[in-house]
């Protein structure tokens, strides 16, 4: 078991919970997604993980151990990487000094980052290509290729995803879903947000569903195949 | 014009630009990544003078161990205060934490004129000057004091472009200031990215009063000329624009040199802040600032 979340209530004052004893376990190599109506405390869960809340109860462990009351700029180094929702390159820096910075946790060992830098390369032929143009230039969907790629560079076992599909052209979501299903062949452990309730159960291996800050329902793709349907015109 | 004035005036313009520059860039370097304003950034630099008299008329010290201590003592205020005072602020005024910033920098110029005014009293302390002398080639005057002034600071711009540019924790300020979220989710501490940068934009202002000291005595408000003309140098070179900042810093050095020789006294700073009008209308961005960049 990979990421464990158990029990956990968080949210931005204590006397308002937005989760309440949310259960949740993405399991080792397997695409995990969290789906919702909006206000069901998705995006709250994931900044809770990643340390940006830290919970009033429960526990959150990864590979076993607790990483509950860590800060964000720590879950790298325990080998958690977060995709956050948005464009987020650095865009007046190179596509290189842009990957070199993905593995800042790593920096202190030069052979280590060189090799993480070049595996990335292979994995990314077209960021060689354009390693030395300001990420700023590159197209959207390449922007989001750097994102993701970045993220790599430590070969974190567990990437949180939030909304990768937000802000991009319909085409693009496509590209996008390609990157994050190439990933989970990679051997990562994904946790993914995302409002395309279909795009996410399309890829996804186990789905839980988060409704009022709590859980509702929860299972194997299978589970859901017919059933979403019913799910989603319950939240309405 | 004959070439020697041409000359003459072109090096005076040089001298007092890198100055401006030095100070400009300290305050772009902080607003480019922290949004904030830093309305004690002449107080910092009058800090440093006061730094340069204590070492350099009072310990009787070279020169050039003032001006390192000024630089490292205001690298370490800066640190002090970004930690102490501004991180906090940030942490509990939450959203609205930008304006309190303000209120926070001015309180801070204020607080420090003052303690200032008690501890020293309100006497200028200078030091005639740093290398005495001068030299003439072909009727131009360099004054020794004036290269000193202008080899230190081309100096210290050129070490804190390579800082920021080529090392790796200046790659990660930068990175921090385009996109602090994402730079904290790739292990980047930004809080610390924060204090360094406050501090090193301190030390910027620390350098440029030590080496001043010629012309500016160490008084309770010899920070106020330097800091309106810092503000000058980031509207014209763009907010949080550092390479802008050294661009407009010369500019108005040369544009004030110039305008003082051909025009009545007090002409350079109608010319200048004409242009700070013109450029607010009309390029509010900064007259350098090439699209979607900052430092």
């Not at chain 1, 030069?110 to 990335?120: C, G, M, P, R």
């Not at chain 2, 204020?110 to 200032?116: D, E, R, S, T, Y």
């Not at chain 2, 010629?214 to 000329?225: E, I, Q, S, V």
């Amino acid at each position: 078991m990979t990421l464990e979340i158990k029990r956990v209530t968080s949210g931005y004052i204590k006397e308002v919970p937005v989760l309440r004893d949310v259960d949740l376990t993405a399991r080792a190599g397997a695409l995990t997604a969290i789906i919702g109506p909006n206000g069901a405390g998705k995006s709250t869960l994931l900044k809770t993980i990643y340390g940006y809340l830290h919970p009033s109860a429960g526990d959150i462990l990864h590979h076993g151990k607790s990483i509950t009351g860590l800060k964000p700029d720590q879950m790298l180094g325990e080998g958690i990487a977060h995709l956050i929702q948005g464009h987020s390159v650095f865009p007046a820096m190179t596509v290189q000094e842009n990957l070199e910075l993905g593995g800042w946790v790593i920096k202190h060992d030069q052979k280590v980052l060189n090799a993480a830098l070049a595996e990335v390369f292979d994995h990314y032929p077209l960021l060689r290509e354009k390693r030395k143009m300001v990420a700023g230039a590159l197209s959207g969907g390449e922007q989001r290729m750097l994102e993701i790629a970045r993220l790599t560079m430590t070969r974190p076992r567990t990437i949180l995803i939030d909304e990768p599909s937000v802000g991009l052209m319909p085409m693009l979501v496509d590209t996008v879903y390609e990157e994050i299903v190439k990933l989970k062949k990679q051997g990562f452990t994904i946790l993914i947000v995302d409002q395309k309730v279909h795009k996410a159960l399309d890829v996804a291996d186990y789905i839980y569903v988060l409704r009022l800050g709590q859980n509702s329902h929860r299972g194997p793709r299978e589970k859901f195949a017919g059933g979403i349907e019913e799910i989603i015109k319950e939240w309405i | 014009m004959e070439l020697s004035i041409f000359i003459q005036l072109l090096v005076l313009g040089l001298v007092r630009g890198s100055m401006y520059a030095l100070m400009g860039v300290g305050l772009s370097l902080i607003f480019g990544i922290m949004e904030i304003v830093n309305f004690a950034h002449g107080e910092l630099f009058m800090i440093g003078c006061y730094l340069m008299y204590f070492v350099a008329a009072m310990l009787g010290l070279p020169f050039p161990v003032g001006i390192v201590a000024s630089g490292m003592g205001l690298l370490i205020v800066g640190i002090i205060l970004e930690r102490g005072l501004i991180s906090t602020l940030r942490q509990k005024a939450g959203r609205d934490w930008l304006m309190d910033s303000f209120v926070l920098t001015i309180g801070l110029m204020v607080i420090f004129q003052n303690l200032a005014l008690i501890t020293f009293g309100a006497i200028q302390r200078g030091i005639p000057n740093l290398v005495s002398g001068q030299m003439t080639i072909r009727g131009v005057v360099f004054i020794y004091d004036h290269l000193v002034i202008l080899g230190v600071a081309l100096m210290t711009v050129g070490v804190l472009w390579y800082f920021i540019k080529s090392t790796s924790l200046g790659k990660a300020i930068r990175a921090t200031s385009q996109h602090s979220e994402a730079a904290q989710t790739l292990g980047i501490d930004t809080g610390k990215m924060y204090a360094i940068a406050f501090g090193i934009g301190a030390a910027l202002a620390g350098i440029a009063g030590a080496l001043l000291i010629t012309l500016f005595p160490a008084n309770p408000n010899a920070g106020m000329g330097p800091v309106l003309k810092s503000f000058v140098v980031v509207i014209l070179g763009g907010l949080g624009n550092v390479k802008g900042a050294v661009a407009a810093g010369i500019l108005v050095g040369l544009l004030e040199a110039f305008a003082m020789f051909f025009l009545a006294g007090g002409w350079q700073n109608v010319i200048v802040t004409s242009i700070v009008v013109a450029v607010l209308v009309f390029k509010p961005a900064g007259l350098f600032a090439p699209a979607g960049e900052r430092p």
